[in-house]
């Protein structure tokens, strides 16, 4: 990844390249299907939502992974993040639960005090995981691992698992009729 994250601006300015690209892209595709039913629009439409499916799960990725660059950029003191990063910053301490005894889990207490003080070493690889079936639940989890409010996002939980379980289906072979409405609804949303 590594684009060198450092600025807000340099953040934005990624993430605005990324959903560009893959809007303008969407739209070329949308201005090839037919609006008069045909067996080429049935085609069409079965075969955009894999698409829609793809820049979905891939600008999920890439633009949670350029935000999480940039916090790891910032090198802030660990004990000024928010949970989530202090866990990922020093989860090699905080297996705990794998840990039987008193000595050990406070071992890993102290480990964990000692470092609150020092920069975050955040890791930058494999961090953000759509587990390739980016429904709503995968999506929110990762909400939470970023700090980004969910609220935000709850009216399209119906949208994302219905654009998942259509792509599903296409994906595994079965035949599924999308409708240009079906369409035009995982487009614009």
Known sequence: MSKG???SDELYNSIDKEIGWRKKELKLFKDKIPTEKS????VMLRSSIPIIYAHWE????TACEYYWEYVSNRRIILKKLKPQFIATSLKNAIKAQEIRSVSDRT???Q???DHLELEADLPTKNIINTKSNLNYSVFSDICNLLCIEEKDFILKKEVID???QF?????HGNYLLVTYKDFL???ND
């Open 167 to 171: 792509r599903n289906s296409i994906a």
């Open 58 to 61: 891939g600008f999920v990725k």
């Open 5 to 7: 994250i450092y600025t």
């Open 39 to 42: 067996e080429l629009q049935i």
């Open 111 to 113: 480990y964990i005090l």
């Open 185 to 187: 609804n995982f487009y």
């Open 162 to 164: 219905s654009l998942v």
């Open 107 to 109: 071992q890993a207490i």
